[in-house]
């Protein structure tokens, strides 16, 4: 299948002509839980939860049967400044251990019951050094988000998009200061472990990044400051909107990532609920300015999907409990 636009002109049409979510199902699902054995509101945000499951797949009873977590990989002309702690050659050796199975989203994925699919970007050909340039032009950015897009499985019934790419946290921080302003000391992060002197120099590349392209907003944020794995996470996420596949997203570079969608339309991410929060400073921030509330605090800060994978678990349990439980009459359970 080869994706609906060519030109980011053709892709903010496909975000504006998006489905919403089906508020017929929505109310059902939300009459369905008033019913259910249990004092109202004892279930939590898992109530909250399957009632927003169940509105975008237009379903007031629906199930989780085949989640889908994607990884997404891409490499960064910044690394040549020294913003990690890694060598940018880890991108391609941690792809090869997600192909044999060694990786932690190899393990999440597999114990939250969902399939994997890694989808390396050009790793040969890293993006430009976005202090000197944009990182990709348009027809890069353009085939960055149809390769997410083409991802993700119209048969899914949930989709994870996670990444992998040494230098990205940078990325992701140009990104954010450049939505939401402050200061690039604000958005910046030890990311893989940077020292206080990598960290410095991340701040200053940040700084010069947003200088530079003029404090990009919406997808001119994502092609200027982005990455292609990125881009590709923003055209998955696009492309589940548009299947009504609802999406746990990951950590501070997918939460930014996504973040450029909704800076292009509001009300693009309705479809996704956060899955944790990690331990990269700036992610709480990102995700207050999204409004999105984290379901998971672990201190996690790996990337790869592994956070959202971790929360496929508890939409699970939410769904289970909304669509398997007896109602009060079903029961002979007297209400209050
Ligand atoms: O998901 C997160 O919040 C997160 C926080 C810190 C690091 N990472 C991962 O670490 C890599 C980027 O870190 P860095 O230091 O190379 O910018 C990239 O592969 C990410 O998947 C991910
Ligand atoms: C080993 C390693 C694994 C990762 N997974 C996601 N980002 C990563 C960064 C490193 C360095």
């Known amino acids: 299948m080869s994706a609906d636009f060519t030109t980011l002109a053709e892709f903010r049409a496909v975000l504006a002509g998006a489905p919403g979510t089906d508020q017929k199902a929505q109310g059902e699902a939300e009459a369905r839980n008033g019913q259910l054995t249990k004092p109202p509101g004892a279930l939590g945000r898992l109530e909250d939860l399957a009632i927003w499951y169940a509105g975008w797949r237009g379903n007031p009873r629906p ?13 960064h002309g910044v690394t040549a400044q020294g913003v990690s702690a890694f060598p940018a050659e880890v991108t391609e050796q941690m792809v090869l251990n997600f192909q044999h199975g060694g990786a932690a989203i190899n393990q999440l994925a597999k114990a ?7 989808v390396a970007l050009d790793l040969e050909r890293p993006t430009a050094d976005f202090t000197q340039d944009a990182a990709m032009n348009e027809d890069d950015v353009v085939s960055a988000l149809a390769t997410g897009w083409n991802a993700v499985s119209a048969d899914s019934d949930l989709l994870v998009v996670g ?27 030890r990311g893989t472990g940077v020292d206080d002197a990598g960290l410095a120099i991340k701040e200053r590349v940040v700084r010069e990044g947003v200088e530079k392209h003029g404090n990009p ?3 001119k944020a994502l092609q200027t400051l982005g990455g292609r794995e990125l881009a590709a996470m923003a055209g998955a996420i696009a492309r589940a909107r548009s299947l009504r596949i609802p999406v746990i997203m990951d950590g501070f ?29 700036a992610h709480g921030a990102v995700l207050k300015q999204l409004g999105k509330e984290p379901m998971l605090s672990l201190g ?13 678990n508890i939409l699970k349990s939410a769904v289970a409990c909304h669509s398997g439980m ?4 079903e029961a002979g359970v007297s209400d209050g």
């Open 63 to 75: 199930q989780i049967s085949a989640p889908q977590v994607i990884v997404f990989a891409g490499n």
């Open 112 to 118: 939250a019951g969902a399939t994997l699919d890694v």
């Open 163 to 189: 990444e992998m790419g040494i230098g990205n946290t940078t990325s992701a921080a140009a990104i954010a200061n450049a939505l939401y302003g402050g200061e690039a000391a604000d958005w910046v992060g």
């Open 217 to 219: 907003k919406g997808l």
């Open 253 to 281: 570079i997918c939460t930014s990532a996504a973040a450029t969608l909704e800076s292009e339309l509001s009300g693009a991410l309705d479809h996704v609920v956060s899955g944790h929060v990690s331990a990269e400073a």
């Open 300 to 312: 996690m800060r790996l990337g790869e999907g592994s956070g959202a994978a971790v929360a496929i």
């Open 326 to 329: 007896a109602t009060f009459a």
